[in-house]
């Protein structure tokens, strides 16, 4: 019988699913802030909860570890990178740190959100989409990183690495 205990945070874990997310993954480096976010519709584990970097998924915590988090509380979590395995398939091993600080997490994590517009406007603005389709904000520019900046509905500014987002042309109204 598996252990459905709550966890005592702080703990280390893997993560898993690593190999869906490599370009995510090779961007991180240890200590590199993560929110871990309950996934409570995810069609494979109701108790699934997604690791996030900047609102990009760079895996998932193990089944065993998701059902003893759901019994631990519902997040979302900070959690920060261990260490990154440097193999064929990167890997990741991170702590949960404690509950996150809620205005810190990105859009995405909680919900799609598609960014909000003035009535009197004739057309969404341009937005930042990840490539499997979810949207983390209105575009703003690129930053001499080049990183892709955007705004969160929220109104934070955020950036990502621009070859993990797609920039989406406006739409008319």
């Known amino acids: 019988m598996s252990d459905t205990s709550a966890l005592h945070i702080p703990f280390s874990t893997r993560v898993v699913g690593v ?60 959690a920060t990178v261990r260490e990154v ?6 890997g990741l091993e991170i702590t949960v740190t404690g509950a996150a600080d809620t205005t810190a997490i990105r859009d995405d994590e909680t919900s799609a959100a598609i960014p909000e517009t003035h009535e009197d406007e004739a057309r969404v603005a341009e937005v930042v989409a990840r490539h499997d389709g979810r949207v983390l904000g209105a575009y703003a520019g690129t930053d001499p990183g080049a990183s892709v900046v955007f705004f969160n509905v929220a109104g934070t500014r955020l950036s990502v690495p621009a070859d993990l987002v797609t920039i989406i042309e406006p739409v008319l109204a």
């Not at 395995?85 to 990167?90: M, P």
């Open 19 to 78: 190999s869906a997310y490599q370009d995510a993954v090779r961007h991180l480096i240890e200590g590199a802030d993560l929110v871990v976010v309950a996934e409570p519709d995810n069609p494979f584990d109701p108790n699934a909860h997604v690791v996030t970097h900047d609102g990009v998924t760079v895996g998932y915590l193990s089944r065993a570890v998701a059902t003893r988090m759901a019994a631990t509380g519902t997040g979302p979590w900070s």
């Open 85 to 90: 395995f440097r193999r064929q398939t990167w």
